[in-house]
């Protein structure tokens, strides 16, 4: 149980804008939230994707931290942790993954019953749940349509965490369905081809993708940057 219990708490360190809301990174994060609600000018974006072209760019923790800073500004947040193959949202803000998305989708519980709270007012997670042999057919179901449905009646903003684009089609069954797309490149670490590659694929699922979220990348200041699509 230990090498668990020092996973739980490495990862939840990552939650810098709930743990320093003032720093320079958590500074960063909000200027993603307001670049997010000036791509907004004729469509509300409350469904919002996170994704990345291979595993180990961040796209998790990018996600975790927007969440925070979202529910920060007074917004009902769901972060839905849709990577049924990798997930860690339930590490990262300390929850349990007994239950979660795999519960609601194979009708063994509702939403309402599955999300949990967690110690950010505003927040709730749904963590990805037991996970199955087969995600993309889940994913793209009528269940996981109903559900978005609902999430977005329910809650200002809904964002989903989707496994790596370069690596399974999971993300590219999603993307269509969101109001916007946001991909994490690692800086050092992505090659431009896979980006490309990436980009590419997403747009060709019709994805609105709005920008693209450089991690890593240090400067004397912060280790994220946000783009937004030319």
Not at 70 to 76: H, I, N, R, S, V
Request: charged fraction near 20%; proline fraction near 5%; glycine fraction near 6%.
């Amino acid at each position: 149980m230990a090498p668990k219990k020092h996973k739980t708490h490495n990862t939840r360190r990552k939650l810098i804008s709930k743990l320093n809301p003032m720093s320079p990174i958590s500074e960063q994060f909000r200027t993603i939230r307001t670049n997010i609600s000036f791509a907004s000018v004729d469509k509300e974006m409350r469904l919002l994707m996170v994704t990345s072209s291979g595993p180990g760019e961040g796209k998790s923790t990018v996600l975790a931290n927007l969440a925070v800073v979202f529910a920060q500004q007074g917004k009902k947040v769901l972060l839905i942790d849709a990577d049924l193959r990798r997930p860690t949202a339930h590490y990262t803000f300390g929850l349990t993954n007994t239950f979660g998305l795999t519960t609601v989708l194979t009708k063994q519980g509702s939403l309402n019953e599955t999300i949990s709270k967690t110690e950010v007012e505003n927040l709730h997670v749904l963590p990805s749940g037991p996970i199955p042999p087969n995600p993309a057919e889940l994913l793209s179901s009528r269940m996981m349509t109903e559900l978005l449905k609902k999430a977005k009646e329910d809650y200002h903003v809904v964002l989903l965490d989707t496994p790596p684009v370069l690596a399974v089609t999971d993300a590219q069954v999603l993307t269509n369905q969101c109001d916007g797309t946001i991909l994490v490149v690692s800086s050092g670490k992505a090659e431009v081809e896979e980006v490309k590659k990436t980009k590419d694929l997403l747009l060709s699922a019709n994805s609105n993708l709005l920008g693209v979220v450089l991690n890593n990348r240090k400067t004397q200041h912060t280790h994220y940057y946000y783009y937004g699509k030319e």
